[in-house]
């Protein structure tokens, strides 16, 4: 099998190079940061994905997967080494290449072998001569025999390995066909479609994908925001819409919008790519302004219900920015939170997983340790994440921890009619029917 190195652990370097030691090959993942190699060492995370924690201890002990900080050893006698370093949104929204400019430098002081080079990251249309470039002319004086490969990753956190393992397409793209064709047999045995293109088509099928499903959301979002005065109901209309294979049901779920380290800084990256080619991106900024937009919807209607927010005492179910994992960059529920603070109102919060992470960023929030403690005393509760955890609920417990019984459902996870039942002022998304007690 295969010598691979990933140089990056974060969710994209850690998966896919445990993933791909899974199939068999020997793999190094390389991080510059001591402290987060020396707790992979020891088994233990720097993200939450179910199951990859006991993927990586199984297959560190089988010898097939290994950390290091060190370049001059991941890169000995590798054949192929995958670029995983983030590239996070500049001032304008530019993808940030500072970290794939670091790495293509340490490949070209490092290796003498002939190797492909391999981009990972999610990067501009165009990258992938750049580093080829970078490589070049480090080594003007001592050619290297290399080839780059953009191989752009579609795994989605918190279905991160299955998504490797049963892929809906893999696409390489390159200048060297040669090279595309060796990366592609690294996939042979998932048993799905490859495709190979050139270098620039690779990057932007990347950027397109995301867009569109971004978009997706934000369109089902103003549907719903149009039900929502219009009285009918988003959930049966995004059902019925669904059923059209040329639409899906995918994606058509209405709520606060999209977050997380991927759709925000993609979406805008590729508007910022198209502005300096000189076209238009107006429906880039039209899903970005209604993403936003449904953050405020929250504040909208907590004023409605609550009349003015200065000490109002509002707790948030759910940080993440999806169920399923920890990460709470671009979450929607931070941008809740900030904006509710700035009303003056007093935030309490809960997550399954998310909370190490939100005592770095959440200063100013009370941490509970459970829905129910997150729920006492409070004037209203905003579902802001759609756990499993938060499905069956005990609202009468809830009714009676509350001061007054507000719930925004911001995900549309739970029933009107029984929660308006029972005594709580109902607020979902797009749910405009009038619902009633029988």
């Known amino acids: 099998m295969s010598k691979l190195v990933f140089i990056g652990t974060g969710y994209v370097g850690l998966v896919t190079g445990t993933c791909f030691a899974d199939l068999g090959n020997t793999v190094t993942c390389l991080d510059i940061s001591p402290e987060r190699i020396s707790k ?45 370093v983030g590239t996070p949104s500049g001032v304008d929204g530019e993808a940030d290449l500072q970290y794939v400019r670091a790495v293509a430098e340490s490949i070209a002081d490092v290796v003498n072998d002939p190797i492909i080079v391999i981009n990972k990251s999610t990067v501009p249309v165009g990258t992938g001569d750049w580093v080829a470039d970078i490589i070049k002319k480090r080594r003007a004086g001592k050619p290297l025999d290399f080839s780059v490969v953009s191989n752009p990753e579609f795994l989605r956190e918190g279905s991160a390995i299955a998504d490797f393992m049963q892929p809906d397409r893999v696409v390489l793209g390159s200048t060297d066909r040669e090279a595309a064709n060796k990366v592609a047999k690294l996939y042979l045995t998932l048993r799905c479609p490859i495709l190979i293109t050139d270098l620039r088509t690779a990057e932007m099928i990347k950027y397109a994908s995301n867009a569109f499903l971004a978009t997706k959301v934000s369109f089902i979002n103003e549907i719903a925001n149009i039900c929502e005065e219009m009285g009918a109901d988003i959930r049966e209309v995004a059902l019925g819409m669904g059923y059209d294979k040329r639409i899906g049901h995918h994606f058509l779920d209405a709520g606060l919008g999209w977050g997380g380290s991927c759709f925000p800084k993609d979406v805008k990256a590729l508007a910022h790519m198209a502005v300096l080619h000189g076209t238009h991106p107006q429906l880039l900024q039209a899903v970005m302004d209604i993403n936003r937009n449904q953050r405020r919807k929250v504040i909208f209607t907590l004023r409605r219900a609550l ?113 308006r039942c029972m005594g709580f002022k109902y607020f979902g998304i797009g749910r405009g029917i009038n619902n009633h007690c029988d």
């Open 40 to 84: 992979l060492k020891e088994g233990i995370m720097p993200i939450y994905e179910p199951g990859l924690e006991q993927m990586v201890i199984n297959n560190s002990k089988a010898g097939r997967l290994s950390f290091t900080t060190s370049y001059q050893e991941a890169l000995d006698g590798a054949e192929f080494v995958f670029i995983a």
């Open 307 to 419: 009349g003015n927010l200065n000490d109002k005492v509002i707790g948030i179910l759910g940080i993440s920015f999806k169920p399923n994992t920890d990460d709470i960059r671009e979450a929607p529920a931070l941008e809740v939170i900030h904006l509710l603070q700035n009303e003056g109102a007093i935030i309490r919060a809960y997550d399954p997983q998310a909370m190490p992470n939100a005592r770095e960023v959440l200063k100013q929030v009370t941490l509970c340790e459970n829905p129910y403690e997150t729920a006492e005393g409070a004037d209203a509760l905003v579902l802001a994440t759609e756990w499993n955890e938060f499905k069956q609920l005990d609202f009468e417990r809830i009714y009676q921890l509350m001061r007054q019984p507000v719930i925004m459902d911001g995900r549309n996870l739970w029933e009107p009619d029984r929660l």
